[in-house]
Structure formats: C-alpha cells, structure tokens
C-alpha cells in the first residue's frame, strides 16, 4: 500500500482548494480494493458501491468536514504544498472497533457522495479501541504539486 492521488483528481487539488478551501473532508477506510483500481474511481458513492472498499463505522466515527485547506507556494523549491489541520476522533471505537487501512482526502462539492471528489489516498494502518484517535497530517501538507 502507498499514498496516492485519484486520477479524477491529477492537476485538481491545488485548483479545487483555491476555488473554496473550507470544503475538504477526510473519511477513513476499513477495508480498500487494490490501489491501481481505487484511484479509478470518480466520486464517493462510486467507489462505495464497489465491494472491497468500506467505509470505517467505529464507535464515534463520523467524516470530518468542512475542513479549511491552505496553499502554499514555494518559490524555492519551484512547488506548491496542500495542507490541513490534523484530525482528532475522540472516544474512537470501544463498542464497535475497526481495523483501518486508508484515510481518504477529498473536496465536497455539495452534500451528496456523488458530489464528493477524492482527491488523495493515504495508508493509516491503525485499529480502534476506545482511545482519542488522531491524524497527523505532514509537515509538508498532504499533496505537492511540482
């Protein structure tokens, strides 16, 4: 497994933040189908429907939304870096744990799955169990674009 970028989204990321940056959300995985075939998918609802991805459904799970990308430009390393806050799922898990394999990144466009864009896959291979939860997103942002 790895970290990626949708095809859907190749060239976007930098465009869909600049055009609303409150609109990221992040949605974790318990279960994923193979990297080369779930960067394929267009939207939420279409890679939902597919059997070997699964939302996670622990204890206190719920998607963060609504949350504020930023860019910034870096002249001298001719790039431009995409982060967000780190996220926080408390109390995850207790009564009913996952074992989860990704963390999705995407923009919601509005409030329905086939309206939410993926817009990058990462590995977060952890499993609940009634503890804080967290994300730590990279110093350096979740995606560069060179």
């Given at each position: 497994?790895?970290?990626?970028?949708?095809?859907?989204?190749l060239?976007?990321?930098?465009?869909k933040?600049?055009?609303?940056?409150?609109?990221?959300?992040?949605?974790?995985?318990?279960?994923?189908?193979?990297?080369?075939?779930?960067?394929?998918?267009?939207?939420?609802?279409?890679?939902?429907?597919?059997?070997?991805?699964?939302?996670?459904?622990?204890?206190?799970?719920?998607?963060?939304?609504?949350?504020?990308?930023t860019?910034?430009?870096?002249?001298?390393?001719d790039?431009?870096?995409?982060?967000l806050?780190?996220?926080?799922?408390?109390?995850?898990?207790?009564?009913?744990?996952?074992?989860?394999?990704?963390?999705?990144i995407?923009?919601?466009?509005?409030?329905?799955?086939?309206?939410?864009?993926?817009?990058?896959?990462?590995?977060f291979?952890?499993?609940?169990?009634?503890?804080?939860?967290?994300?730590?997103?990279?110093?350096?942002?979740?995606?560069?674009?060179?």
């Amino acid at each position: 497994m790895a970290d990626g970028v949708f095809n859907i989204s190749l060239g976007r990321v930098v465009e869909k933040i600049a055009d609303n940056n409150t609109k990221l959300f992040i949605m974790l995985m318990k279960a994923n189908e193979a990297e080369t075939t779930l960067i394929d998918r267009t939207d939420i609802a279409d890679m939902l429907l597919e059997v070997g991805n699964t939302e996670a459904d622990f204890t206190n799970y719920t998607r963060k939304t609504g949350l504020t990308g930023t860019i910034t430009v870096d002249n001298t390393n001719d790039k431009v870096d995409c982060d967000l806050p780190d996220q926080t799922w408390v109390s995850a898990g207790g009564a009913t744990n996952n074992t989860l394999t990704k963390a999705i990144i995407g923009y919601e466009d509005a409030a329905a799955d086939n309206t939410r864009i993926p817009l990058t896959h990462h590995d977060f291979v952890t499993t609940t169990g009634g503890t804080d939860l967290s994300i730590l997103i990279d110093a350096a942002g979740f995606f560069s674009a060179t």
